[in-house]
């Protein structure tokens, strides 16, 4: 058979990956094997081209590249290569935003362990 392999499709996913690995590391106290919760927010770098009104607010949904499913992918990809989770299979509930800020950028990320349905 044909041999396959898998290609980032930018080249700041393997440095963000490496970033998020990194402080999940540093944050870590366990490792979450049951189901969890994730709430992601990046805070991308508003773009120049902003209205100033806008860029004097300060923040802006952000609804231009990078898709937000490919961030969140790639960041649970690094949660899990952390091992602050055993698997991104245990991610039950996902709540990810994508925000513009003229300030700062990154990302904030929230694990909770996930209480039993009754």
Do not use: Y
Request: charged share 30%; glycine share 4%.
């Amino acid at each position: 058979g044909k041999r396959r392999r898998m290609v980032e499709s930018s080249k700041k996913v393997g440095p963000w990956r490496a970033d998020v690995e990194l402080a999940a590391r540093r944050a870590m106290i366990e490792t979450f094997t049951g189901p969890v919760a994730v709430t992601i927010t990046f805070l991308m770098p508003m773009p120049k081209s902003r209205p100033a009104r806008v860029r004097a607010a300060g923040t802006a949904w952000s609804s231009v590249r990078p898709d937000i499913d490919k961030l969140a992918r790639s960041t649970l990809d690094a949660l899990t290569a952390s091992t602050i989770i055993s698997d991104d299979a245990r991610v039950a509930r996902l709540h990810v935003e994508k925000i513009e800020c003229s300030t700062t950028s990154g990302a904030t990320i929230t694990i909770q362990e996930l209480e039993p349905l009754k």
